[in-house]
């Protein structure tokens, strides 16, 4: 027998052989068994290695180092550990087990060595864990490629004999002990290994299994190293969510400039609005509210066109606001593309990749992210794999890996009911110990959402991410008292603490920086929750407490002065939870460059200082600006007078309303014709939200009258308004009617009760052209194309003599059935020439998208005109 104890004598590890000379190992928490006889072993194309282990000889060594990383849940990492390898001849080989003890766990691996460049085919481990009976609490995700599952409690009883994704948290009721099993160093071996997952057997043991992508045999050469087999032992749920041994299994990056990898907050268009990305317009608006609020990046999802990335990273990097670009991994999953692609972005000023739909575990695919890592690193690209297996520790070696998705995040309201509140109190404790977890977070203005506004905002401290993607609109954010918390927000954060959780029932995690604490508590039921503040050194804070409401559409914002002696109780709804900001003195609110969509020129009238009319009336409202806004009822006018303008022209009238469904209004300016203009769901009678309406005002005083649009459209509760000195620029369309058809491409009404008509049959030779596109003046030009589509379709656009432009336009219809009666956007810069200019729309080999019109719009720096 052979043992190893961990630095400070924590934990005890035997590792012994049986009468056939096969190897076990076994693990101990002082008196108390975590690991009762397990066993070791492979199965190779150069042995069956489970048994005959004739002992060579043991080496023994000491590890203690520190290190700090750009993406990291806390400043500094401890790497303290005692390693015991055990040399064995086997079937004619060289073979190692190395074991690392550190005082809060286990992990092993296997080597084998022998003639360089030897083949080598792997066939299986025999890696198993036995768990005495009192680890009879568990936490388990049902193995899926994607690791976007529910992390289930259970008994060994109920898992019976499944597969089950890394990591698996189990519980001992006898010392309260917590156990995390996983791997490491998966991603950065250049695929030597597949990602493994758990099979759970009777009496309490878990066995190794290969991805079941993994079809054949896998294949590698001597000398061969497996993957690292962890098991984390922790005393109680901070000690589990500051291990970070995986990290310390990895070796760290072989480069000196880091300076490059930041992390962020980002705002995503996706989550609220699919196709938002085919907008250029749209993403202009996105960087403009991430400079103006203080935020650092934002991601530009799937849509985007190659004819425009570049110019919105120009315009970012002017606000100081990086842009990352997402793509499927199918377009650079093999080394040709990947060299040819992630350079040109680069060269754009992409500072990230979100790279999706890996969905595979096989060691081919675990290849395919070390390539992808490389050369992202080569051209100082940062990382957030999606559609992808767990992390193994890998940010140690590639420190530009920023997230990773292997969660069941946000995006799943859009198909399902989930994810609840249980999930979200217990993945702070099972996927993300293991990684930073893209899981897209503070999302409130859908209709299913299950938890309440102020669980969504604490998302953001009790979840770690080292590029918090924040999920709702810029429409959601800015009339909501909540983003002055995201604000606040550090990208980094320097320490963790767990002041109180259990998996499934809550979860009050505290994270600081310098001088700022930041503490987020999620629940399942209601309750009232004490937050003690002696985690804080001796002084007076300033304590900003944003917690629920009335409801879970409600979030209220209070102020308090307290010390490190007092303790804070709260009230929690159910599904509810609460963020608190702690500072010493009162900061400003983080803040950067106004312009474009959020210029500084803007004046906000109250719907409460209006004249009110008919069915008007005011309402109480907790998230309105003053906790009241105007009801317009059936025949109700409100108007706004003495609204000033120092220029007549365009202007921007934004629209702060509440409104559970679709509604509309009509508006008119000093007294002129009506206009209607539709209104989409807030996402709750309480949920504020904007619109923004271009409205032509006079040098001077202005009033401007609002009034419900018609008997069968519900009328908007109305909060404010805001009048803003910029607008955009106006789009001329032309419609497919004044198109010229050929090719076999003709016009069809869009449905039977529509008066609008769409061009249809364009691809395979069909084509839609527009020969009088008329231009003030030579120069960048938005093409805007209105579209149907029920799947993603490639278009040729021709415009003059220039080569043709390929865009590819997204399904329109969204997650059901494939619709080709619903309309979509995307936008394309293109150049055009004073006066008639000839736009061409086809494809030669594909089908293309149905087309209702096009626009074009002078692109340029918006300034007031």
């Known amino acids: 027998m052979w043992k190893l104890t961990s630095p400070y004598q924590k934990?005890?590890?035997?590792?012994?052989?049986?009468?056939?000379?096969?190897?076990?190992?076994?693990?101990?928490?002082?008196e108390r068994t975590v690991i009762a006889q397990s066993r070791l072993g492979m199965a190779t194309s150069l042995g069956d290695l489970l048994s005959g282990y004739r002992f060579v000889k043991r080496e023994e060594a000491s590890i203690s180092e520190r290190y700090s990383?750009?993406?990291?849940?806390?400043?500094?990492?401890?790497?303290?550990?005692?390693?015991?390898?055990?040399?064995?001849?086997?079937?004619?080989?060289?073979?190692?087990?190395?074991?690392?003890?550190?005082?809060?766990?286990?992990?092993?691996?296997?080597?084998?060595?022998?003639?360089?460049?030897?083949?080598l085919r792997i066939y299986g481990e025999y890696t198993d864990f036995a768990f005495p009976k009192t680890y009879g609490d568990m936490w388990l995700q049902d193995w899926v490629n994607?690791?976007?599952?529910?992390?289930?409690?259970?008994?060994?009883?109920?898992?019976?004999?499944?597969?089950?994704?890394?990591?698996?948290?189990?519980?001992?009721?006898?010392?309260?002990?917590?156990?995390?099993?996983?791997?490491?160093?998966?991603?950065?071996?250049?695929?030597?290994?597949?990602?493994?997952?758990?099979?759970?057997?009777?009496?309490?043991?878990?066995?190794?299994?290969?991805?079941?992508?993994?079809?054949?045999?896998?294949?590698?050469?001597?000398?061969?190293?497996?993957?690292?087999?962890?098991?984390?032992?922790?005393?109680?749920?901070?000690?589990?969510?500051?291990?970070?041994?995986?990290?310390?299994?990895?070796?760290?990056?072989?480069?000196?400039?880091?300076?490059?990898?930041k992390p962020a907050r980002s705002i995503w268009s996706w989550w609220a609005f699919e196709n938002g990305a085919q907008l250029y317009s749209e993403q202009k608006r996105y960087v403009d509210f991430a400079a103006a609020m203080g935020f650092e990046a934002i991601t530009v999802d799937a849509g985007w066109d190659d004819s425009w990335v570049k110019d919105l990273c120009d315009y970012g990097r002017e606000r100081n606001v990086d842009v990352w670009l997402w793509s499927?991994?199918?377009?650079?999953?093999?080394?040709?593309?990947?060299?040819?692609?992630?350079?040109?972005?680069?060269?754009?000023?992409?500072?990230?990749?979100k790279v999706d739909f890996?969905?595979?575990?096989?060691?081919?695919?675990?290849?395919?992210?070390?390539?992808?890592?490389?050369?992202?690193?080569?051209?100082?690209?940062?990382?957030?794999?999606?559609?992808?297996t767990k992390p193994a520790g890998e940010g140690r070696t590639y420190p530009n890996i920023m997230t990773a998705e292997g969660i069941l995040g946000l995006e799943h309201y859009k198909w399902s009911g989930l994810p609840h509140a249980v999930h979200n109190c217990t993945v702070p404790f099972t996927r993300n110990v293991v990684g930073p977890m893209d899981y897209t977070v503070t999302g409130f203005s859908n209709v299913n959402r299950n938890t309440?506004?102020?669980?969504?905002?604490?998302?953001?401290?009790?979840?770690?991410?080292?590029?918090?993607?924040?999920?709702?609109?810029?429409?959601?954010?800015?009339?909501?008292?909540?983003?002055?918390?995201?604000?606040?927000?550090?990208?980094?954060?320097?320490?963790?603490?767990?002041?109180?959780?259990?998996?499934?029932?809550?979860?009050?995690?505290?994270?600081?920086?310098?001088?700022?604490?930041?503490?987020?508590?999620?629940?399942?039921?209601?309750?009232?929750?004490?937050?003690?503040?002696?985690?804080?050194?001796?002084?007076?804070?300033?304590?900003?407490?944003?917690?629920?409401?009335?409801?879970?559409?409600?979030?209220?914002?209070?102020?308090?002065?307290?010390?490190?002696?007092?303790?804070?109780?709260?009230?929690?709804?159910?599904?509810?939870?609460?963020?608190?900001?702690?500072?010493?003195?009162?900061?400003?609110?983080?803040?950067?460059?106004?312009?474009?969509?959020?210029?500084?020129?803007a004046q906000t009238y109250s719907s409460l200082a209006a004249v009110l009319h008919g069915t008007a009336d005011r309402t109480d409202c907790e998230n309105a600006m003053e906790g009241s806004a105007v009801r317009l009822g059936?025949?109700?006018?409100?108007?706004?007078?003495?609204?000033?303008?120092?220029?007549?022209?365009?202007?921007?009238?934004?629209?702060?309303?509440l409104s559970a469904q679709p509604s509309s209004l009509h508006v008119s300016v000093n007294g002129g014709e009506p206009q209607m203009f539709r209104l989409e769901s807030s996402g709750g009678d309480e949920v504020v939200r904007t619109s923004d309406i271009v409205v032509t005002l006079k040098k001077g005083n202005n009033t401007i009258l609002l009034r419900r649009s018609g008997a069968d459209d519900p009328a908007p509760i109305i909060d404010r308004v805001r009048i803003i000195g910029w607008a955009p620029h106006k789009d001329t369309y032309y419609s497919a009617e004044e198109g010229i058809l050929a090719g076999g491409a003709s016009l069809c009404h869009v449905d039977a009760s529509s008066s609008l008509q769409k061009a249809v049959g364009i691809g395979r030779g069909g084509s839609l052209t527009f020969d009088a596109v008329m231009a003030d003046a030579d120069g960048d030009y938005i093409l805007t194309l209105d579209y149907y589509s029920g799947e993603n379709r490639a278009l040729l656009i021709a415009v003059n003599d220039e080569p043709s432009i390929r865009s590819v336009l997204f399904n329109t219809g969204g997650w059901g059935p494939a619709r080709w009666d619903i309309s979509g956007i995307k936008e394309v810069r293109i150049r055009l020439r004073k006066g008639a200019n000839r736009i061409k729309l086809y494809h030669d080999e594909e089908l293309a998208p149905e087309v209702g019109r096009i626009g074009v719009r002078l692109e340029m720096l918006e300034v007031k005109s």
């Not at 079941?212 to 098991?231: A, D, H, N, S, Y």
């Not at 969905?359 to 559609?387: C, E, P, R, V």
């Not at 007076?540 to 002696?565: A, C, H, M, P, S």
């Not at 059936?634 to 702060?656: K, M, V």
């Open 11 to 30: 934990l005890t590890l035997s590792v012994y052989q049986d009468h056939e000379e096969g190897l076990y190992y076994s693990l101990e928490a002082g």
């Open 69 to 119: 990383l750009p993406v990291s849940k806390k400043a500094v990492y401890s790497n303290e550990a005692n390693e015991l390898m055990l040399l064995f001849e086997v079937n004619g080989l060289d073979a190692a087990l190395c074991f690392r003890l550190f005082e809060d766990g286990l992990a092993f691996r296997y080597t084998i060595r022998g003639e360089h460049r030897q083949p």
């Open 146 to 261: 994607t690791y976007e599952g529910t992390y289930n409690r259970c008994s060994w009883e109920t898992a019976g004999r499944r597969d089950y994704g890394m990591p698996a948290l189990l519980h001992s009721a006898e010392d309260s002990r917590w156990v995390m099993i996983t791997e490491a160093g998966i991603l950065n071996t250049g695929g030597s290994y597949c990602s493994s997952h758990l099979q759970t057997e009777a009496a309490g043991r878990m066995k190794i299994a290969f991805a079941p992508e993994q079809l054949e045999p896998m294949k590698g050469e001597l000398p061969f190293e497996t993957p690292w087999r962890i098991v984390t032992v922790s005393e109680s749920l901070d000690e589990l969510v500051n291990s970070t041994i995986n990290y310390n299994l990895n070796p760290p990056c072989d480069w000196e400039d880091t300076s490059w990898i």
């Open 328 to 353: 499927d991994m199918q377009a650079i999953d093999t080394l040709e593309k990947a060299q040819e692609k992630i350079p040109r972005w680069a060269q754009w000023g992409v500072v990230g990749l």
């Open 358 to 388: 890996f969905m595979n575990d096989s060691q081919h695919t675990m290849w395919q992210y070390n390539m992808i890592a490389d050369i992202m690193t080569a051209h100082k690209l940062m990382i957030n794999f999606h559609g992808s």
């Open 452 to 601: 309440t506004q102020a669980h969504q905002l604490a998302l953001a401290v009790v979840f770690d991410s080292g590029v918090q993607h924040f999920a709702d609109s810029i429409y959601t954010y800015e009339p909501w008292i909540g983003t002055e918390y995201i604000r606040r927000l550090p990208a980094k954060f320097d320490s963790v603490k767990v002041l109180s959780g259990f998996p499934g029932d809550h979860a009050v995690l505290m994270r600081s920086v310098e001088r700022e604490w930041f503490v987020g508590g999620i629940v399942t039921s209601a309750r009232s929750v004490t937050v003690p503040l002696d985690f804080l050194p001796d002084n007076q804070y300033r304590v900003e407490i944003f917690r629920d409401g009335k409801n879970g559409d409600t979030l209220k914002k209070e102020v308090r002065f307290l010390t490190n002696k007092d303790s804070l109780s709260l009230q929690v709804l159910d599904n509810g939870g609460f963020s608190l900001y702690i500072s010493d003195a009162e900061l400003p609110l983080k803040s950067g460059v106004h312009g474009g969509y959020m210029d500084a020129d």
């Open 634 to 657: 059936s025949s109700g006018e409100l108007i706004f007078g003495g609204i000033t303008a120092d220029r007549e022209g365009r202007h921007t009238l934004r629209l702060f309303y």
